[in-house]
T-cell receptor, first 112, second 112 residues
Framework: QKEVEQNSGPLSVPEGAIASLNCTYSDRGSQSFFWYRQYSGKSPELIMFIYSNGDKEDGRFTAQLNKASQYVSLLIRDSQPSDSATYLC????????????FGKGTRLHILP | DAGITQSPRHKVTETGTPVTLRCHQTENHRYMYWYRQDPGHGLRLIHYSYGVKDTDKGEVSDGYSVSRSKTEDFLLTLESATSSQTSVYFCVSRFSGEETQYFGPGTRLLVL
């Protein structure tokens, strides 16, 4: 069973600080990694994806991937109250079986 | 946003009745997925499709069937609804070879 693990939280971070969200995955064949944000009662929305080891930055968000450790993280700089949401990590295992497996999500609460 | 709609958006039904949820996309996406989302379980893959009449099971497929007779439509049928199938159901679609996935708005199903 291919798994994606996240700490459920809640993770509380002061406004303006850096929020760090972590995810581990079990299948070494995983090729693509995604971070989604989901507000209560809404659909998940894609924040960013990453393929290669290292960092990928998009505005206040940075995704970090370490395939050797099977670890992917999301950093949110200058956290805002509007960042309070559940963050979902997802993994795409390539092949004809092109399935996307989600973690259970981490609840993030930004303290004003 | 990609044109993905789900119908109905809300449904209340009784145990033992069949239920069909519809996902419709206007983007000519090849891949389509049905997930359910439950507290404590996150998003779990029910069934997916990589083309017309080409479908496969996900991790929680028991009690569900799907059909895809046209590129734009992906139907999820609960053959005989049970209370354990009370959930929020999300449809997702994407192009082949692209990583961006598009979520539908979700369907809230209550089985009494």
């Amino acid at each position: 069973q291919k798994e994606v693990e996240q700490n459920s939280g809640p993770l509380s971070v002061p406004e303006g600080a850096i929020a760090s969200l972590n995810c581990t995955y079990s299948d070494r064949g995983s090729q693509s990694f995604f971070w989604y944000r989901q507000y209560s009662g809404k659909s998940p929305e894609l924040i960013m994806f990453i393929y290669s080891n290292g960092d990928k930055e998009d505005g206040r968000f940075t995704a970090q991937l370490n395939k050797a450790s099977q670890y992917v993280s999301l950093l949110i700089r200058d956290s805002q109250p509007s960042d309070s949401a559940t963050y979902l990590c997802a993994v795409n295992i390539r092949g004809r079986d092109d399935k996307i497996i989600f973690g259970k999500g981490t609840r993030l609460h930004i303290l004003p | 946003d990609a044109g993905i709609t789900q119908s109905p958006r809300h449904k209340v039904t009784e145990t033992g009745t069949p239920v069909t949820l519809r996902c419709h996309q206007t983007e000519n996406h090849r891949y389509m997925y049905w997930y359910r989302q439950d507290p404590g379980h996150g998003l779990r893959l029910i069934h997916y499709s990589y083309g017309v009449k080409d479908t496969d099971k996900g991790e929680v497929s028991d009690g569900y069937s799907v059909s895809r007779s046209k590129t734009e439509d992906f139907l999820l049928t609960l053959e005989s609804a049970t209370s354990s199938q009370t959930s929020v159901y999300f449809c997702v679609s994407r192009f082949s070879g692209e990583e961006t996935q598009y979520f539908g708005p979700g369907t809230r199903l209550l089985v009494l």
